[in-house]
Antibody
Framework: QVQLQESGPGLVKPSETLSLTCAVS?????????WGWIRQTPGKGLEWIGS???????YYNPSLKSRVTISVDTSKNQFSLNLGSVTAADTAVYYC???????????WGQGTLVTVSS | EIVLTQSPGTLSLSPGERATLSCRAS???????LAWYQQKPGQAPRLLIY???SRAIGIPDRFSGSGSGTDFTLTISRLEPEDFAVYYC?????????FGPGTTVDIK
């Protein structure tokens, strides 16, 4: 049973980089799963940010691709999200997700609220 | 880009009633990549249905999915008190996932 837990700053200043980590338990991050990030805002609803597979293949939402990096730390069994040049529009609840397919996600973290404000 | 539209926006029903939720795609899509989620306040979404009609692990059989082409349906045969929530459809194509805006099922 995969368990996911997000962590990171709850407040980020505009133009800075939002960095979140997702700790994975119950499963090896080196396994055949896709590890990803989804965010949710009242205005735009659920938005897929991107995912990573086998620590190397990355897939990003074209609307965010220029600002997003997803990476894996196998030594800590966790993966991370970096979103650069943030604005107030990036204020959202961020979820880390996982599944054996990249078409939908069975495993979700509890979510973490990130506010972009000076 | 495929856009998903869900209707109705809100469905007001009583426990024991049947709920029928619609998800319409802006163009013909493969049912193999259509999923449904349930979200309750303060919780992460939960995968209910994948590949249009397959129930995820642990999902009760009162939940069923159907459809093809551009029109997909999530049916809850008899609403239980814990089923009042927001429901989202989601589609995958070309390494991109998109979600519908959601349908709220609330208590009448």
């Amino acid at each position: 049973q995969v368990q996911l837990q997000e962590s990171g700053p709850g407040l980020v200043k505009p133009s800075e980089t939002l960095s979140l980590t997702c700790a994975v338990s119950g499963y090896s991050i080196s396994s055949d799963h896709y590890w990803g990030w989804i965010r949710q805002t009242p205005g735009k609803g659920l938005e897929w940010i991107g995912s990573i597979y086998h620590s190397a293949s990355t897939y990003y939402n074209p609307s965010l691709k220029s600002r997003v990096t997803i990476s894996v730390d196998t030594s800590k069994n966790q993966f991370s999200l970096n979103l650069g040049s943030v604005t107030a529009a990036d204020t959202a609840v961020y979820y880390c997700v996982a599944d054996i397919a990249n078409c939908w996600y069975y495993y979700w973290g509890q979510g973490t609220l990130v506010t972009v404000s000076s | 880009e495929i856009v998903l539209t869900q209707s109705p926006g809100t469905l007001s029903l009583s426990p024991g009633e049947r709920a029928t939720l619609s998800c319409r795609a802006s163009q013909t899509v493969s049912s193999s990549y259509l999923a449904w989620y349930q979200q309750k306040p303060g919780q992460a979404p939960r995968l209910l249905i994948y590949a249009a009609s397959s129930r995820a692990i642990g999902i009760p059989d009162r939940f069923s999915g159907s459809g093809s082409g551009t029109d997909f349906t999530l049916t809850i045969s008899r609403l239980e008190p814990e089923d009042f929530a927001v429901y989202y459809c989601q589609y995958y194509v070309s390494s991109l996932l998109t979600f519908g805006p959601g349908t709220t099922v609330d208590i009448k």
